[in-house]
């Protein structure tokens, strides 16, 4: 084949890979490459941007938020039920606060006041100004980022059709607990239910943000809430869905949650607010992916607490499908049971002891240290332990002791080697707190002594009385020997 007849070939060639190449999946490590900024990436779907003169890096920015970024990501595809990323989300850190403000003004999402990360959920892009977020504490920087990511999957979730309500209030369920802040909604929620000013979920629900911030902010965290707790995980993914074709919010509503009505739900939530407000608002399922409370419940040695402590784990595992976190809470759980039973043959033994039946309380601590030895030392009361089988040995071995004192007492050969162990059961009575068996060693040590010393007396007098019947009988023999001459 000549060279003129292999041109045309090789242009059609070029221009289907120039067509085609722009769709080709592009993974985090890929960055982009833009004038005054530099990038890295945080994971295969998540990469930061940072502008020139931010004062860190992309790298060290990378590395300073790659758990928080990570881990909620990944809890946010699981909560929502969004296999997987759409996109890689891109953090944008801005050092030029103008461009960043400017930045802002093109997306038309209006965030709550005080939400500095700004989501661009359609480009799955999150604005942050460096000099604000920097000056936030770390619970308030990692909800920032939370709370701007949760907005981006729900967009997934949803087809980017999530009414403004529910995305606000779903964006701040799944922020890290902060009690004062929940608190204070949970306040806000109470006192409008209480004067009548609770506003409807068609006008939390609009493109545009209510004029009071506090009550928009409460109330749709309250709603989300709400539907969460009592309608539950699958049929608010099922809302999610519907909002994909639904002409309405409440006809995506309607069919997620047939047979009940939006309206009728809406009307249940108000009936709920004085419960919730007294205390429900605590729960919350987000927080069943954060197994620390737990560990520290364990690491205290507080079982019931932790076992306690999982329970919010388990109901989110009903419905979420995460193997390695519900191997973990497994394994969490089983140590809470384990440390449990450990507990209770421990406090058998302490029973025991404080009523002085050592073999039971020697048993029972033999159970207990065979239980713990399943659990991290960390979490063993060891000194405990050996506190208490010291305990219940020195109580036998005195119990033992003080037995054959008392069998081989009437036998004056070995008056020597039983005074001592009477003694030495004594001492170790005393030591254990055995009142009742130190007395008994004491009883058993006076008596032998008391006899010991009658014998020593009568012994003393035959020999006083020999002394003198000798006396007598040198005196009045007379001379010796005897002549009868």
């Known amino acids: 084949m000549s060279h003129s007849s292999l041109r045309p070939a090789l242009i059609f060639l070029l221009l289907v890979l120039t067509i085609f190449a722009p769709l080709a999946p592009v993974s985090a490590q890929e960055t982009e490459t833009r004038d005054g900024w530099a990038s890295a990436a945080v994971s295969d779907d998540l990469v930061v941007s940072v502008q020139d003169g931010a004062g860190i890096s ?16 990944e809890e946010l595809l699981l909560f929502l039920n969004v296999p997987e990323a759409q996109q890689p989300v891109r953090i944008d850190v801005f050092s030029d606060i103008a461009a960043y403000q400017a930045a802002v003004d093109e997306i038309i999402r209006v965030d709550l006041e005080g939400q500095i990360a700004i989501a661009d959920s359609p480009n799955a892009t999150i604005l942050l100004p460096i000099d604000s977020f920097r000056s936030l504490t770390s619970l308030d920087a990692e909800n920032q980022l939370r709370h701007a ?21 779903l964006a701040q369920y799944v922020e890290k607990p902060n009690l004062p802040v929940q608190a204070r909604l949970a306040a806000f929620v109470q006192a409008a239910s209480q004067e009548g000013k609770l506003t409807s979920w068609s006008n939390l629900n609009r493109a545009t943000p209510l004029d009071d911030d506090d009550i928009e902010r409460a109330q749709s965290y309250s709603m989300v809430a709400y539907l969460i707790q009592h309608q539950g995980l699958p049929d608010l993914w099922q809302f999610l869905e519907e909002l994909k074709n639904a002409e309405t919010w409440r006809d995506a509503m309607n069919v997620a949650f047939a047979p009940t009505t939006s309206d009728q739900i809406e009307r249940q939530w108000k009936e709920d607010i004085p419960a919730w407000a007294a205390g429900d608002w605590r729960s919350n399922l987000m927080t069943g992916f954060n197994l620390e409370p737990a560990r520290q419940q364990l690491a205290r040695g507080n079982f019931e607490g932790a076992a306690s402590a999982l329970e919010i784990s388990e109901q989110l595992l009903r419905d979420v499908h995460a193997p390695e976190l519900a191997a973990e809470v497994a394994t969490l759980k089983d140590q809470a049971r384990v440390g449990d039973l450990a507990e209770t043959k421990m406090a058998e ?33 060891d000194e405990l332990i050996a506190i208490y089988k010291d305990m219940a040995a020195r109580g036998m071995a005195a119990t033992n002791q003080l037995e054959i004192a008392h069998i081989q007492a009437g036998n004056w050969a070995d008056y020597a080697d039983t005074r001592a162990a009477a003694v030495a059961a004594g001492a170790d009575f005393a030591a254990v707190g055995d009142a009742e068996q130190r007395d008994d060693a004491d009883r058993l040590v006076s ?8 014998i020593v007396l009568l012994l003393g007098a035959l020999a006083v009385l020999t002394f003198g019947w000798l006396f007598l009988w040198l005196r009045t023999r007379g001379l010796q020997p005897l002549k009868w001459e």
């Open 149 to 169: 990511l949760s907005h981006v999957v729900a967009g997934w979730a949803s087809g980017f059709n999530i009414p403004r309500g529910f995305d606000e209030g």
């Open 447 to 454: 008596a032998m002594d008391q006899e010991q010393l009658r």
């Open 349 to 381: 033994a302490q029973q025991a002891l404080e009523q002085f039946v050592y073999d039971r309380a020697a048993a029972a601590v033999a159970q207990a240290e065979e239980q713990y030895a399943q659990l991290p030392p960390e979490i063993r009361p």
């Open 58 to 73: 992309a790298e060290d920015f990378a590395a300073a938020y790659s758990i928080e970024l990570t881990t909620a990501l």
